[in-house]
């Protein structure tokens, strides 16, 4: 490529890249992309990981999505993959049942093998439950340091990423063996789009047969997660959020009451987990989920930093406190200083019946 026209090519990527923040520097080598998927098709925070994949300032470089499980759905979301996202060169799959379940152990396995054969430079992960089960575990049997929560991209080796729960950010330059191994924070890097155009990236199957028998101790139980009617937390544009003040489950009904009225899902502070109004998965915050929604409405909740740093990041924030001083105002958009239990009975009551 001229010289001139691969300078235009890296620009080109930089610019389409909000997270990308660095210089133009080149780096040889592919990427591969470890996805989750569901319903046949690519899963929200996997397409953000894939997003930022292709923030890495290479134009000669590929990217290649691993997907794993069994069933037709699996196939179903390798030719959606193949077919509507112009940025990925290759999907790999691997077909069996030791990979139905999200276990760190098959799967970290698996990214070694793949891992093995690719020699990829780097790979990506959402920093979702999935991808923070299974990258530190795939990093250990590479031998190499991974960097997790990602949420800038400065060059192929220089990475940005929160730290002091949110309340600094860090430039690391990643100086280790290959391959460089990253967690993405979904919020910062919004999710590949699919493209108008066809695209036709080349499917092979992964070749199971050298891989390890023992697959480790772990077996699968059962997942449980927030019925299908709700958004999923991670991923939804309005997230309603309770605290301590509710003082008990029945009273969190009323910000269920209020999500289920707004199309919204639910949130919780880790008081509010901890007092066992709702269960852990819907705790937000520093070990919680991290959310960055258009709308993020905090009932009851005082503003800890801890809680802070998994939503600060929202578009517009709205906080109902019943004491003025409290350090959540510091970071609303919209403060009201309130009893919840008269708000929330108004709003319900205000607000039109959801379509
Ligand atoms: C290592 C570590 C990690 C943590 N991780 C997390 C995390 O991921 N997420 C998280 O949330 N926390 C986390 N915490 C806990 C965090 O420090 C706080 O304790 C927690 O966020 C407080 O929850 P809260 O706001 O519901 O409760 P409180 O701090 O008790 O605040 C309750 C608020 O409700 C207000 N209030 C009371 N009654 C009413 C009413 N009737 N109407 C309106 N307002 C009312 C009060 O004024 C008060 O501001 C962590 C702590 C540690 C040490």
Known sequence: MAARALLGEIKKRAVSCPAFRGHYTFR?????????????????????????????????????????GSGPSLHQAASHAASSYPSISKVLVADSDKFKNPLAEPWAKLVHLVQHSGGYSHIFAAANSFGKNIMPRVAALLD????????????????????????????????????????IRSTSFPALQKSVDSNEASISQVDLSTLDEDLGRSTYISQSSQGDERPDLGNARVVVTGGRALKSA??????????????????????????????????????????????????????????????????????????????????????????????????????????
């Open 144 to 183: 190499v340091s991974p960097i997790t929560d990602v949420t800038g991209i400065s060059d192929s080796n220089t990475f940005v990423r929160p730290i002091y729960a949110g309340n600094a950010l860090c430039t690391v330059r990643y100086t280790g063996a290959s391959p460089c191994i990253l967690t």
């Open 250 to 355: 029945e009273n969190f009904k009323l910000i269920e009451a209020l999500a289920e009225k707004l199309g919204a899902a639910v949130g919780a502070t880790r008081a509010a987990v901890d007092a066992g109004y709702v269960p852990n998965d819907l705790q937000v915050g520093q070990t919680g989920k991290i959310v960055a929604p258009e709308l993020y409405m905090a009932f009851g909740v005082s503003g800890a930093i801890q809680h802070l740093a998994g939503m600060r990041d929202s578009k517009v924030i709205v906080a109902v406190n019943n004491d003025a001083d409290a350090p959540i105002f510091q970071v609303a958009d919209y403060g009201l200083v309130g009893d919840l239990f008269e708000v929330i009975p108004e709003l319900l009551e205000k607000l039109p019946e959801k379509k």
């Open 28 to 68: 040889h080598g592919s990427t591969l992309v470890v996805a989750e998927h569901e319903g046949g098709v690519i899963k929200p925070p996997s397409l953000s990981a894939l997003a930022a994949a292709t923030c890495l300032p290479d134009p000669d470089s590929s990217v290649s999505v691993l997907l794993a």
